[in-house]
């Protein structure tokens, strides 16, 4: 997770970077372009909501509770996978591509190594609910439910970040 967020934070420093230099590119970005705000904010809705399904999961395991795992698990894969695609949509609308400028490649820099990560974690959930449905979790053994809701909750973190930074200010 570390070395994830060293990896994050250097695509940060590159957006503020480029935003610093170029004070002349405000407002951000530059007409004729703009960004579905309200979109993402809905997106972030259903990522941030993935977090509370994969938390419930977690606990559910805990309580020996195997079908609130299982169905903590589905939800948090099913919206992780509207999350994706509602980027992808958005990639195909928004009007502008990786070489239309500094913006444009910070802006598909950022939101897609996020995409990168989600996509991991979506990968790393399918494993656990293979699992979750072969009764391979326990009250007592859950750390392949556990480490993967770190890793998704790691994933929803950085994307309110890159959601305030790009689309926010």
């Given amino acids: 997770i570390a070395s994830e967020a060293m990896l994050f934070g250097s695509f940060?420093?590159?957006y503020f970077f480029v935003r610093v230099v170029n004070p002349e590119a405000e407002p951000?970005?530059?007409?004729?372009?703009?960004?579905?705000?309200?979109?993402?904010?809905?997106?972030?809705?259903?990522?941030?909501?993935?977090?509370?399904?994969?938390?419930?999961?977690?606990?559910s395991i805990k309580r020996n509770?195997?079908?609130?795992?299982?169905a903590g698990l589905v939800l948090t894969i099913l919206m992780g996978t509207a999350f994706l695609l509602t980027q992808f949509i958005e990639y195909a609308?928004?009007?502008?591509?990786?070489?239309?400028?500094a913006f444009a490649?910070?802006?598909?820099?950022?939101t897609g190594l996020h995409g990168a990560h989600?996509?991991?974690?979506?990968?790393?959930?399918?494993?656990?609910?293979v699992r979750?449905?072969?009764?391979?979790?326990s009250p007592a053994h859950h750390h392949g439910v556990e480490l993967p809701g770190i890793y998704?909750?790691?994933v929803d973190v950085m994307w309110i970040v890159v959601w305030a930074a790009v689309y926010l200010l």
Avoid at 93 to 101: L, P
Avoid at 105 to 110: A, N
Avoid at 120 to 127: A, E, K, R, W
Wanted: charged share 5%; hydrophobic share 55%; net charge positive.
């Fill in 152 to 154: 998704w909750h790691f």
């Fill in 12 to 14: 940060f420093t590159a």
């Fill in 65 to 70: 509770n195997r079908r609130g795992l299982q």
């Fill in 28 to 59: 951000w970005p530059l007409p004729p372009y703009h960004l579905p705000v309200f979109v993402a904010g809905v997106n972030t809705a259903v990522l941030l909501t993935s977090s509370f399904t994969m938390h419930w999961a977690l606990q």
């Fill in 105 to 110: 490649s910070v802006f598909f820099g950022l």
């Fill in 118 to 129: 989600v996509l991991v974690g979506l990968i790393l959930l399918v494993i656990a609910a």
């Fill in 93 to 101: 609308h928004v009007g502008f591509n990786t070489g239309d400028g």
């Fill in 132 to 137: 979750a449905f072969r009764g391979h979790y």
